[in-house]
T-cell receptor, first 113, second 116 residues
């Protein structure tokens, strides 16, 4: 069965620090990849997505993610985090051609002002 | 544009009681999803609708869970009877249904269910 792993469950950073959140999936075929974010008290919303083409995708609020097919990874990055980035981040994988979405367990990020 | 609306936001019931959750998707979105999110976990799909048709309910515990989407718009998810293990956040999401799994899903605020 397909699975998505987010190894960092809790991350604490100071403002201006760089961020990288890991996401690995187990599926050998074509996938569509997503990062969703849930700010405190708000609902889940899309941060960025990758379907094909340039493996480095840019999303909202300065976030980017890199798809490395050989590593089955889709890590999320931001060069300099802000206090307002405090949230929970979920990686999700869709098996291409299906509507099956698998979410990771999430990473809680806390940014200290 | 209004987002996905869910009600109630919170529900506390005793075990063996019935409970129902309601979802109103974004206007024009044909695809509707119900997810369950347990504490410390990511959302897990329970059922997906394409218009009024349930096209994927393989993860729905059919002995106690039921869902409907009359007229292909609003949807209701029901649990009867509820068990302690049903305590979770129930999320509704909708999408335009691009037909290739590349949809952006728009999530509602969820209903936090506590079963005592």
């Amino acid at each position: 069965a397909q699975s998505v792993s987010q190894h960092n469950h809790h991350v604490i950073l100071s403002e201006a620090a760089s961020l990288e959140l890991g996401c690995n999936y187990s599926y050998g075929g074509t996938v569509n990849l997503f990062w969703y974010v849930q700010y405190p008290g708000q609902h889940l919303q899309l941060l960025l997505k990758y379907f094909s083409g340039d493996p480095l995708v840019k999303g909202i609020k300065g976030f980017e993610a890199e798809f490395i097919k050989s590593k089955f990874s889709f890590n999320l990055r931001k060069p300099s985090v802000q206090w307002s980035d405090t949230a929970e981040y979920f990686c999700a994988v869709n098996v291409a051609g299906t509507y099956k979405y698998i979410f990771g367990t999430g990473t809680r990020l806390k940014v200290l002002a | 544009e209004a987002g996905v609306v869910q009600s109630p936001r919170y529900k506390i019931i005793e075990k063996k009681q019935p409970v129902a959750f309601w979802c109103n998707p974004i206007s024009g979105h044909n695809t509707l999803y119900w997810y369950r999110q347990n504490l410390g976990q990511g959302p897990e799909l329970l059922i997906r609708y394409e218009n009024e048709e349930a096209v994927d309910d393989s993860q729905l515990p059919k002995d106690r869970f039921s869902a409907e989407r009359l007229k292909g718009v609003d949807s209701t998810l029901k649990i009867q009877p509820a068990e302690l293990g049903d305590s979770a956040v129930y999320l509704c999401a909708s999408s335009l249904s691009a037909g290739n799994g590349r949809d952006t899903q728009y999530f509602g605020p969820g209903t936090r269910l506590t079963v005592l």
